[in-house]
């Protein structure tokens, strides 16, 4: 069986490598993607849309199962959205999707985290990245401007997603202890996915497919069976 694999807001895939053998011991081959302007070039900014026009070269045209963690869930719903008739299944891995007010709703965050603590701390580089850290802002402090954009226009796509509208089989599997998309967002991703069933790894924080990767390859062979 092939999985076709939409990794995170990351830069390399070299952390997938265990959970990738864990699938090929149950016979499971995960064909991960090199998403543009992560793991793959890209010098200007693109949209959803963009990535929907990308997506759609690198999928097969019949209909495939896609798995997608956080930012590579976002895309695969999307996919799926406009695209019903070439998703299989989806398998939904502490997804981004649920909207919360975009980039704009996070930069207040931080902002206010500055204010509590003084103006004074606006003059140190390493305190204003401790803040961002904090507030889960990181990737963007580090991005390079174009991507900056990317993720601004990735946020914002999420309010015009009607995840109500997906009709593909999605399995949704999400660490319990997950504090980027907290696990509230799956519980309501699975409320609105008209066909969906959710499994939690109890220990699993943002990422359970590296830390428990046995774990969720084994919940991957069941949901696809």
């Known amino acids: 069986m092939k999985i076709y694999g939409l990794h995170g807001w990351a830069y390399s895939t070299e952390k997938w ?59 695969a719903l999307n996919f799926a959205w406009v695209y019903p008739d070439r998703v299989k299944q989806l398998i939904l891995l502490d997804s981004a999707g649920v909207y919360h007010g975009g980039l704009s709703k996070l930069k207040r965050d931080v902002f206010k985290s500055i204010a509590k603590l003084g103006k004074n701390i606006t003059n140190s580089p390493q305190a204003k990245a401790i803040l961002y850290k904090l507030a889960r802002v990181n990737d963007y402090n580090e991005a390079p401007e174009h991507m900056k954009k990317v993720m601004e226009n990735m946020l914002n796509s999420d309010k015009d997603l009607v995840l109500e509208e997906i009709k593909s089989k999605s399995s949704i599997i999400w660490g319990g202890l997950d504090k980027v998309t907290p696990l509230t967002d799956g519980v309501e991703m699975h409320k609105r996915l008209p066909k969906s069933t959710m499994r939690v790894v109890e220990e699993g924080r943002h990422s359970p497919h590296f830390t428990h990767a046995s774990e969720v390859a084994d919940i991957v062979k069941l949901v696809t069976k």
């Open 17 to 75: 490598q265990d959970f990738q053998r864990e699938l090929q011991d149950r016979g499971i081959e995960l064909v991960l993607l090199n998403i543009p302007g992560l793991t793959a070039d890209l010098d200007q900014p693109w949209d959803i849309d963009d990535y929907l026009r990308w997506l759609s070269k690198e999928l097969p045209e019949e209909p495939t199962i896609i798995l997608g963690h956080s930012n590579g869930g976002r895309l």
